[in-house]
């Protein structure tokens, strides 16, 4: 959570300001309870969410802190472990559907392999043939 100086919340947050951790990055301090941190997963986890998800616009102080800007014209994301890293959109053809996904940085073969795994699931939900077409971000 990022709570700006002069803020109501920030009276609340000198209360309990031992209790948390807090990181900085890009000029904002973020506070977050010891116990709310993610474990990590034996195995990572991808996810094609809606961009209309609460995690895409409704944390959108941390957002930015969460993923390098890529193509702007993907709307949807892509999330690891549940951290965006990239972005990706369907475009319907004919009788198929091309996914384009574009990452904001290399993945490891068993990351590689989870984005695979959510891509089938959604052709799985799609129900035609999918052809995709991955880049890598700046």
Same mark, same amino acid.
């Given at each position: 959570?990022?709570?700006?100086?002069?803020?109501?919340?920030?009276?609340?947050?000198?209360?309990?300001?031992?209790?948390?951790?807090?990181?900085?990055?890009?000029?904002?301090?973020?506070?977050?309870?010891?116990?709310?941190?993610?474990?990590?997963?034996?195995?990572?986890?991808?996810?094609?969410?809606?961009?209309?998800?609460?995690?895409?616009?409704?944390?959108?102080?941390?957002?930015?802190?969460?993923?390098?800007?890529?193509?702007?014209? $993907?709307?949807? #994301?892509?999330?690891?472990?549940? !951290?965006?890293? *990239?972005?990706?959109?369907? /475009? &319907? @053809?004919?009788?198929?559907?091309?996914?384009?996904?574009?990452?904001?940085?290399?993945?490891?073969?068993?990351?590689?392999?989870? $984005?695979?795994? #959510?891509?089938?699931?959604?052709? !799985?939900?799609? *129900?035609?043939?999918?052809? /995709? &077409? @991955?880049?890598?971000?700046?």
């Amino acid at each position: 959570m990022v709570v700006p100086d002069g803020s109501p919340g920030r009276e609340g947050l000198t209360l309990v300001a031992n209790e948390l951790e807090s990181e900085i990055i890009d000029g904002k301090t973020y506070w977050f309870g010891t116990l709310l941190r993610a474990r990590p997963a034996a195995k990572p986890v991808v996810d094609l969410v809606q961009g209309y998800d609460e995690i895409i616009v409704s944390y959108s102080e941390s957002r930015d802190a969460s993923c390098v800007p890529v193509d702007s014209r $993907l709307l949807h #994301a892509v999330l690891l472990d549940g !951290r965006m890293i *990239g972005k990706w959109k369907p /475009v &319907a @053809r004919r009788n198929s559907v091309v996914l384009k996904t574009v990452v904001n940085r290399a993945l490891t073969r068993v990351e590689r392999d989870a $984005l695979g795994a #959510a891509i089938h699931a959604y052709t !799985r939900f799609a *129900g035609v043939p999918l052809t /995709v &077409a @991955r880049t890598r971000g700046k």
